[in-house]
């Protein structure tokens, strides 16, 4: 693998239901992020982990639980979960979260529908 | 607060055209300042970037930009699209020494007549 990959690339789960979002980066980044991109809307940055530490969180609703084991990876737990969550989640990782080394590179997104 | 503001919600061109997209800033210091396409179904990749230094910046697939603090723009150029180039694009800035938070444009939707 290469790059930052996400799984599930689709997922579709009603109000109650719990689940995650996982993404893992293959360049040796120290940074990841969320994102969330709805339709009509610029995209929104929802946490970033520096070295594994949340450095932002951009006032994202506890339905909405990231958790970062390691450099590598990056979760985002779910539960109960409102339509208007349905959305395209997207992780991002970089070198480092300032200045030249914040080139951000992305992977595909999660397609999220709530039911 | 920053923001970045892309005039343009959706616009063709013909293939061979030449292309420019719009974007303008708004940020108190020298900003870092970013293009992303995003092909359907895919994540963001970059075109380009600027932080310092020479205002004309050249990226991948033949896209440029040009910085100008005068007038708080960042505008796309390509000199002939290609079908390929079908895609959104968004304009982003980043604000400050702590680059970790980039504030995106809505987007510009780029569709390409044959």
């Known amino acids: 693998e290469t790059g930052v990959t996400q799984t599930p690339r689709h997922l579709v789960m009603g109000m109650t239901n719990k689940k995650s979002l996982k993404c893992e980066q293959h360049?040796?980044?120290?940074?990841m992020y969320w994102y969330k991109q709805s339709a009509k809307k610029p995209l929104e940055l929802m946490f970033v982990?520096?070295?594994?530490?949340?450095?932002e969180n951009n006032s994202v609703p506890s339905r909405f639980s990231p958790e970062c084991p390691n450099s590598s990876h990056l979760f985002l737990h779910l539960h109960t979960l409102q339509p208007e969550d349905s959305a395209l989640y997207l992780c991002?990782?970089?070198?480092?979260?300032?200045?030249?080394?914040?080139?951000?590179?992305f992977g595909p997104g999660t397609r999220l529908t709530v039911l | 607060a920053q923001s970045v503001t892309q005039p343009d919600i959706h616009i063709t061109v013909s293939e061979g055209a030449s292309l420019e997209l719009r974007c303008n800033y708004s940020y108190g210091a020298t900003p870092y300042l970013f293009w992303y396409v995003q092909s359907p179904g895919q994540g963001l990749q970059l075109l380009l970037k600027y932080f310092s230094g020479d205002t004309l910046v050249q990226g991948i697939k033949g896209f440029e930009a040009e910085f100008k603090r005068s007038q708080s723009s960042f505008n796309l150029r390509k000199p002939s699209v290609h079908w390929s180039d079908a895609a959104e694009y968004f304009c982003?800035?980043?604000?400050?020494?702590?680059?970790?938070?980039?504030?995106f444009g809505s987007g510009t939707r780029l569709s390409i007549r044959p």
């Open positions: 982003a800035v980043a604000a400050g020494s702590s680059a970790s938070k980039i504030i």
């Open positions: 360049l040796g980044h120290n940074a």
């Open positions: 982990y520096n070295f594994k530490e949340q450095t």
């Open positions: 991002a990782s970089s070198q480092a979260t300032s200045g030249d080394y914040n080139e951000q590179f």
